[in-house]
Structure formats: C-alpha cells, structure tokens
C-alpha cells in the first residue's frame, strides 16, 4: 500500500507540472501509458477482452473517465494535498449511491464519521484561500463520480478479471480524451512525451500495489496506510511546486482521513461480530 501511495504520488506530482496540457490530453495519455500494460498482461493470461457483462463494463469506463478528467482540471486551480484529500470523500458518496442502488444499510454512527469528514471539507476551504470555488466543485463532483466507479464495480462483482475492468476504463478514457483533445493539441516536446506517457505507468502500478495489498492484508490494517498519499502529496506540492498550507488546512485534512478510517474502523468491527 506504501508503494502504491507513491506510484500515485509520482502519478499527481506529474500531472501538476504538465498543467500546460489540456485535462482532455492528460486523460488521453493517462490512459495510453497505462494500456500498454493491460492489453500486454490480458493477451499473455489468454483473458478474453471483451468480458461477458459489457454494459456495466462500458459504464465503469464512463464514470471513471469523467472523474479523471474533472479531478485532473482541479488540480489547475488548487493545492495539491488538498485536491487529493478532498477527493478521498469518494467512499462517502458511494455509501450514499449503495443506499438507493445496492440496497445497502448505514449504521447511525456511520453518519456522524461522515458528517466528521464534511466538516473537514467546509474547514479546509473555509480557511485556506487558495482553494477557489470552481477548483472545489470540480474537485467534489469528481469524488461523486468516483463513488459511481465504486458502485459499478460493486455491481460486477467477481464476474470479470480486475484487468478487464480496467483495460475497459483505459479504452474508453483514450477515446474520450483523444477525440476532446483534437481541436486543442499541443504536440509535448523532449522530454514531456516521457513524462505524459509516465502518467499511466504511476497510475497502473498504483492500481496493481493497492489491489495486491487488499488481497494479501486486513482492509482494517492496510487500508488506512492509503492517506499516507495525502502527507506524500502535501510534501510534494511545498517541495516542488512552492505551496504553502496552513495549521487549519491540515485540521480539515486530518478531519476528512479520521472521518473515513473511523468508518473504516467500525465496518471492520462489525464483520467481525457477524463472523463470530
């Protein structure tokens, strides 16, 4: 999980200094880097492509390709630990989408680490100036859609490869912002080709650390080592890029990660219960 937090890291740092790309042509080469890898690995294992349950296959690739692209025109307006601690509030709204699709049920005491953690978001752009208004709604209506992703792959369960899933999302994010990106390109010169083409190599071994990691660990132990990305990006962002945060920045980070690990915390304990 430690690996896959700096596969990502590597992946945000990235897509900050190539901020003179559109959003359309970083998801295009995002999702070029990163196919290369997946056509690679389903043809090598004789996986069919194609998968057996198209329509949530195709509606996973849609909903991720729009999170990507809003998430990645935020970080054009705001800091980069808090684009990716704002973002992180995607489980909130994916709890709130199982309600309604997967017919799921939130304890009461859920809420109030949910409520915890958008208390955070009201803190963290209350105080800190540098994050604009547009730059947060872009920001929140990527983590919905990154709720969306949650649910869908919810939906399709174990039915496909994890690969196939992704190798979907790739697709149809390589249409997506190949075609948006025509009327605006701007041809990469030296070394910007590597470095975009980069982009969907941090972000496939990010995905791959973080999957082995949740197969080989207990969620309650591994899961929460995932916010160590917003301490990584938040070094990055004063490192490289010159940001500056205040002390109530990082409460309202801190209230949006304590939110969500206590949620993480108290499913776990629930299991548990129900196994013994």
Known sequence: ????????????????????????????????????????????????MLGTHRKLLVLRGVVGSISMLLYFTALHYMPLGSA?????????????????????????VQWLFFILAFMGVV????????IPTIGLALILMSAVFSGLV?????????????VVIVNY????????????SIFNWKTPVGTDWLLLLSLGVFGYFGQ?????ALQWGETNVIAPLKYVEVLMAVM????????????????????????LLLNIWYKQRLLKKTKH
Not at 38 to 44: H, Y
Not at 236 to 259: D, K, L
């Open 208 to 212: 791959l650390f973080m999957t082995k």
């Open 236 to 259: 990055v962002g004063v490192g490289f890029f010159g940001e500056a945060y205040s002390i109530w920045s990082f409460v309202g980070m801190a209230m949006i990660i304590g939110g």
């Open 1 to 48: 999980m430690l690996l896959s937090a700096c596969a990502f890291t590597g992946m945000n740092g990235l897509l900050k200094y190539l901020s003179g790309y559109s959003s359309y042509q970083v998801v295009f080469f995002r999702a070029l880097g990163s196919l290369f890898f997946t056509f690679g690995f389903l043809w090598s294992k004789g996986i069919p």
């Open 84 to 108: 990716v601690a704002l973002r992180y509030i995607a489980p909130i709204w994916a709890a709130v989408f199982a309600i309604f699709i997967l017919k799921e049920k939130i304890k009461w």
């Open 150 to 162: 949650y649910i869908t792959i919810r939906k399709i369960g174990s039915r496909e490869h994890p």
């Open 123 to 130: 803190v963290l752009k209350g105080v800190d100036r540098s």
């Open 169 to 180: 999302f790739m697709i149809i994010a390589l249409m997506f912002g190949g075609s948006m």
